[in-house]
């Protein structure tokens, strides 16, 4: 009950294009869900976050879209570039713990 | 700009050698985390420290123990290494309203067993 599993394992999108990264979880005590960018050479960043009162999040070119009933979210990458190459890794959990997805390493081609 | 440091950004040591990994904050965040992160997985929570309280993850190998002195300062000591044991050290804060919430990680120390 504790997994996050995350998909897919890496992604090629065109500039202009829409990325797309799934995750889907067990634990229904989790009551928060981020999705953390990496950076070769660094640390995750919080990129944008979501609780599950709430179906979608948009934060300019980046949405969240959560399905509570299938325990599925999504990352949405609109209009991809190439500074967004990077690891992305989807994480489900609440205030007990946070737990991880494996990542997904977006490549941006111009 | 406030931050998590983490020194020495790669450190080698050998195998059953002691290493000492640090991470300095000025967040002013109570809740320090330490996680590993081998290559292509998941960041994995080693423990945390809520103020001074420890929370040690339950499978978190007992070669591995944590100090923190200060708010601003935690170790990570790894007493025995072995080859499995190399990976990135992560270290990450979070202030007590965003337990496991809104945390800002540190660049990470490359860790070589040799």
């Known amino acids: 009950q504790q997994q996050v599993k995350q998909s897919p394992q890496s992604l090629i999108v065109q500039k202009g294009g829409i990325s797309i990264i799934n995750c889907a979880y067990e634990n229904t005590a989790f009551d928060y869900f981020p999705w953390y960018q990496q950076f070769p050479g660094k640390g995750p960043a919080l990129l944008i976050a979501?609780?599950?009162?709430?179906s979608e999040k948009k934060e300019g070119r980046f949405t969240i879209s959560f399905n509570k009933s299938a325990k599925q979210f999504s990352l949405h990458i609109m209009d991809s570039q190439p500074g967004d190459s990077a690891t992305y890794f989807c994480a489900a959990g609440n205030t007990d713990k946070l737990i991880f997805g494996t990542g997904t390493r977006l490549q941006v081609f111009p | 700009d406030a931050m998590v440091i983490q020194n020495p950004r790669y450190q080698v040591t050998q195998f059953g050698k002691p290493v000492t990994l640090s991470c300095s904050q000025t967040?002013?965040?109570?809740?320090m985390y330490w996680y590993q992160q081998k290559s292509s997985q998941a960041p994995k929570l080693l423990f945390h420290?809520?103020?001074?309280?420890?929370?040690n993850e339950a499978d978190t190998p007992d070669n591995f123990q944590s100090r923190r002195p200060n708010t601003s300062f935690c170790f990570l000591d790894i007493r025995s290494p072995g080859l499995g044991d190399a990976a990135m050290y992560l270290c990450a804060t979070s202030s007590p309203q965003f337990l496991n919430e809104k945390l800002f990680f540190g660049s990470g120390t490359q860790l070589s067993v040799l």
């Open positions: 979501i609780r599950p009162d709430v």
């Open positions: 420290y809520y103020d001074k309280d420890f929370n």
């Open positions: 967040l002013n965040h109570n809740v």
